[in-house]
T-cell receptor, first 113, second 113 residues
Framework: SQQGEEDPQALSIQEGENATMNCSYK?????LQWYRQNSGRGLVHLIL?????REKHSGRLRVTLDTSKKSSSLLITASRAADTASYFC?????????????FGKGTHLIIQP | EAQVTQNPRYLITVTGKKLTVTCSQN?????MSWYRQDPGLGLRQIYY???????DKGDVPEGYKVSRKEKRNFPLILESPSPNQTSLYFC????????????FGSGTRLTVV
């Protein structure tokens, strides 16, 4: 079952600009995670934000979480050509031993040099 | 180096010929999962395992089998592959559910003709 939905589906910006991607979901979660995937390669875990956190930073990445609106955003500042990739949000509702990590369909980000 | 290793990277097979995709992790992770990725459908979980000899179905388990006889290995078995199982497959592992992200393998691109 697909829970997270990213918006936009595709985004093209100039190098140096900031890129913002959004994720909306429907049910309660323990945490929300963002992953990056370069074309045809395995996903790389970028950042995890717990349900009791509102904002988290990692290098040029800033993630926010609003549990009242059931939404999250990923901001990449000062974008580089190497940031071109697909970005996925994943909602984690794991509990009682069950694995409840569900991925959205992703935002394809293109950084124009 | 901490990693998830899956083999083979590419596989072309014929309908009905049993195949196994291997997956191994060297991080002593408890949880392991198999996902398939299809255009327009995103990543969907096939099966996951919480520990040795403990597995459970994900969202799309039909036509697949798994086993977890050792903590490090989690092979995916297609007993009678069909063309609708043509896809990009990923194995992933994480320490526990609900507070850690997944480390992904590099993927196996399977074509069933």
């Amino acid at each position: 079952s697909q829970q997270g939905e990213e918006d936009p589906q595709a985004l093209s910006i100039q190098e140096g600009e900031n890129a913002t991607m959004n994720c909306s979901y429907k049910t309660s979660i323990n945490n929300l995670q963002w992953y990056r995937q370069n074309s045809g390669r395995g996903l790389v875990h970028l950042i995890l934000i717990r349900s009791n956190e509102r904002e988290k930073h990692s290098g040029r990445l800033r993630v926010t979480l609003d549990t009242s609106k059931k939404s999250s955003s990923l901001l990449i500042t000062a974008s580089r050509a190497a940031d071109t990739a697909s970005y996925f949000c994943a909602t984690d509702a794991s509990g009682g031993g069950a694995d409840g990590l569900t991925f959205g369909k992703g935002t394809h980000l293109i950084i124009q040099p | 180096e901490a990693q998830v290793t899956q083999n083979p990277r590419y596989l072309i097979t014929v309908t009905g010929k049993k195949l196994t995709v291997t997956c191994s992790q060297n991080m002593n992770h408890e949880y392991m999962s198999w996902y398939r990725q299809d255009p327009g459908l995103g990543l969907r979980q096939i099966y996951y395992s919480m520990n040795v000899e403990v597995t459970d179905k994900g969202d799309v388990p039909e036509g697949y089998k798994v086993s977890r006889k050792e903590k490090r290995n989690f092979p995916l078995i297609l007993e009678s592959p069909s063309p609708n199982q043509t896809s990009l497959y990923f194995c992933a592992s994480r320490l526990t559910a609900d507070r850690y992200g997944y480390t992904f393998g590099s993927g196996t691109r399977l074509t069933v003709v």
